[in-house]
């Protein structure tokens, strides 16, 4: 597909010029503001199943030229939503060392300082990941929202590879780790609401899951993680510095937010 950035001509104002959806309905990401949150005592806690990987087993990590992602193997699944929805990559968006914050879904207009999204897709219905992508019952992404605080060591077990993939297109194998790990501690509290790929092609197609609590990194790994990569090739004679990653909020429309907790 056409190329795309997140600044200048490629920006995300000219997203919509080659990838129609960008300019659609239900668009990604939102303020999750509170005027607009509605109670749903039928939001179950959200379920991990598998995601308590070996370190025998190995991961591919990439840089896309968009973010760092992880593959990860369809048997890690979700339970608790309307289908069973199989993992397929997670990734993050963050800001900059002088502009750190950078998560894509905002509280009450706080914008973090980055977001891991952890990709899957309705295996009841779809054979993988891109079959899914522009469907609308296709994807649903878990956000994790992300502080500067202590010291993560999941986050650790990824974050010291990233030297193998400082260039777009660099990808290389590592050792798969408990992936629960990277997901915040209370998994019943959540905002949930119909939204699209947050990247062109910008599908309608993700039943988002927002975690309510952060977690946190230190301020070493989140330097680490918005200084080791590039979003230009090993080829290329200007590097170009990986970062400010994220689309800026949607119109949220009409769209109501659901809250599994009670404010
Ligand atoms: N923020 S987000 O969760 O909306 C989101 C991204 F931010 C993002 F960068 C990617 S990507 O594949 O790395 C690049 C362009 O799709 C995907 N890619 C996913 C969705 C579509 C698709 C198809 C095949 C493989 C991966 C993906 C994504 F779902
Ligand atoms: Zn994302």
Same mark, same amino acid.
């Given at each position: 597909g056409h190329k795309w950035t997140y600044t200048g001509p490629d920006g995300e104002e000219h997203w919509h010029e080659h990838y129609p959806f960008c300019h659609g309905t239900f668009q990604s990401p939102i303020d999750l503001n509170s005027e607009l949150l509605r109670y749903d005592p039928t939001l179950v806690p959200i379920e991990v199943w598998n995601y308590n990987l070996s370190s025998y087993e190995q991961l591919t990590l990439g840089n896309n030229g968009h973010s760092v992602q992880l593959s990860l193997p369809r048997r890690m699944h979700l339970s608790g939503l309307p289908h069973r929805y199989s993992a397929a990559q997670l990734h993050l968006h963050w800001g900059s060392p002088t502009m750190p914050a950078g998560s894509e879904h905002t509280v009450n207009g706080k914008q973090f300082t980055a977001e891991l999204h952890v990709v899957h897709f309705n295996s009841d219905r779809y054979p993988n990941v891109s079959v899914a992508a522009d469907k609308s019952d296709g994807l649903a992404v878990l956000g994790i929202l992300i502080e500067v605080g202590d010291y993560n060591p999941s986050f650790g077990q990824f974050l010291k590879y990233l030297d193998g993939v400082k260039y777009k297109d660099q990808r290389i194998q590592v050792p798969a780790f408990d992936i629960r790990g990277l997901l915040p501690a209370r998994m019943d509290e959540y905002y949930r609401y119909d939204g699209s790929l947050t990247t062109p092609p910008c599908y309608p197609s993700v039943l988002w899951t927002v975690f309510r609590n952060p977690i946190t990194i230190s301020e070493e790994q989140f330097l680490a993680l918005c200084t080791s990569?590039? @979003? @230009? @090739? %090993? %080829?290329? @004679?200007a590097p170009v510095p990986l970062n400010g990653n994220y689309r800026k909020s949607q119109d949220s429309e009409d769209r109501i937010i659901l809250v599994s907790f009670r404010e």
């Amino acid at each position: 597909g056409h190329k795309w950035t997140y600044t200048g001509p490629d920006g995300e104002e000219h997203w919509h010029e080659h990838y129609p959806f960008c300019h659609g309905t239900f668009q990604s990401p939102i303020d999750l503001n509170s005027e607009l949150l509605r109670y749903d005592p039928t939001l179950v806690p959200i379920e991990v199943w598998n995601y308590n990987l070996s370190s025998y087993e190995q991961l591919t990590l990439g840089n896309n030229g968009h973010s760092v992602q992880l593959s990860l193997p369809r048997r890690m699944h979700l339970s608790g939503l309307p289908h069973r929805y199989s993992a397929a990559q997670l990734h993050l968006h963050w800001g900059s060392p002088t502009m750190p914050a950078g998560s894509e879904h905002t509280v009450n207009g706080k914008q973090f300082t980055a977001e891991l999204h952890v990709v899957h897709f309705n295996s009841d219905r779809y054979p993988n990941v891109s079959v899914a992508a522009d469907k609308s019952d296709g994807l649903a992404v878990l956000g994790i929202l992300i502080e500067v605080g202590d010291y993560n060591p999941s986050f650790g077990q990824f974050l010291k590879y990233l030297d193998g993939v400082k260039y777009k297109d660099q990808r290389i194998q590592v050792p798969a780790f408990d992936i629960r790990g990277l997901l915040p501690a209370r998994m019943d509290e959540y905002y949930r609401y119909d939204g699209s790929l947050t990247t062109p092609p910008c599908y309608p197609s993700v039943l988002w899951t927002v975690f309510r609590n952060p977690i946190t990194i230190s301020e070493e790994q989140f330097l680490a993680l918005c200084t080791s990569v590039f @979003s @230009s @090739s %090993q %080829q290329e @004679s200007a590097p170009v510095p990986l970062n400010g990653n994220y689309r800026k909020s949607q119109d949220s429309e009409d769209r109501i937010i659901l809250v599994s907790f009670r404010e």
